[in-house]
């Protein structure tokens, strides 16, 4: 099976469909079947799981609501170690060792600190902190640029590395040795979901952080309200 190539296997209302897409779909019916499984037989290893997602992201932010952003890294994590474990099995391939989803989960990642940074800071204000001083605007953006892709990259060359060394490994010494590179593929697995879930959290948390000035003014506005009112009265 080629690693590289992801032919097209079939199509859609004329769009076609390409091995990734499929091996995607199936991934997510997996993690769906799992979750299913869990919550009606194991809910306690389902509390465990979403506990262990929670410390991950707890330990990579500083912020005092986890809430809001469980939901976006939880998935992503969850869906990274699927996407890199299904290609365990002989007849599966990785999507995250194609490209084109690396490209786009770290696009996700990306757009979605600017989006947490504008609800919490408002858009005028987190933009003027995006662009201050004007000047640094493209190298800003450059940066964006080459976060999203050292994110892709990392992702997509670890992932695809691990799975070719496992198959060459398994064409040539088809006995004991290839457990030990399935287990270090499955090791790689976890730590690249981990990886990629902390970065995207320490993005998160860096964009949508008050910084001392803003601090002090929030802290300030209740003492000058009561003032206020205690003058009037």
């Not at 490209?103 to 933009?127: Q, R």
């Not at 010494?173 to 959290?201: E, H, R």
């Amino acid at each position: 099976m080629n690693m590289v190539e992801h032919p097209i296997l079939f199509y859609v209302f004329g769009i076609p469909v390409h091995d990734t897409v499929l091996y995607t779909w199936i991934t997510m019916g997996i993690i769906l079947l799992t979750a299913l499984l869990l919550k009606a037989f194991k809910p306690d290893f389902l509390e465990l799981a979403l506990e262990a997602v929670i410390s991950v992201v707890d330990d990579a932010m500083d912020v005092d609501d986890l809430h809001q952003y469980i939901p976006l890294l939880g998935s992503l994590m969850i869906f990274v170690l699927f996407s890199n474990l299904i290609s365990l099995f002989p007849v599966l391939k990785a999507p995250t060792a194609d490209l084109n989803t690396a490209i786009a989960l770290s696009l996700i990642v990306v757009l979605s600190v600017h989006f947490f940074g504008m609800a919490k800071k408002g858009v005028w204000k987190y933009l003027k902190e995006f662009a201050s001083p004007v000047i640094l605007l493209p190298i800003e953006i450059i940066g964006q640029l080459s976060r999203t892709l050292s994110l892709s990259m990392r992702l997509f060359g670890n992932i695809l590395s691990s799975d070719m060394i496992v198959a060459i490994v398994f064409s040539i010494i088809p006995f004991l040795v290839p457990i030990a590179f399935t287990a270090l593929s499955i090791f790689s697995s976890v730590l690249q979901a981990y990886v990629i879930t902390t970065l995207a959290a320490l993005f998160i948390s860096s964009a949508v952080e008050i910084n001392e000035e803003d601090k002090s003014v929030r802290a300030a506005k209740p003492l000058r309200n009561k003032r206020g009112r205690r003058s009037k009265a």
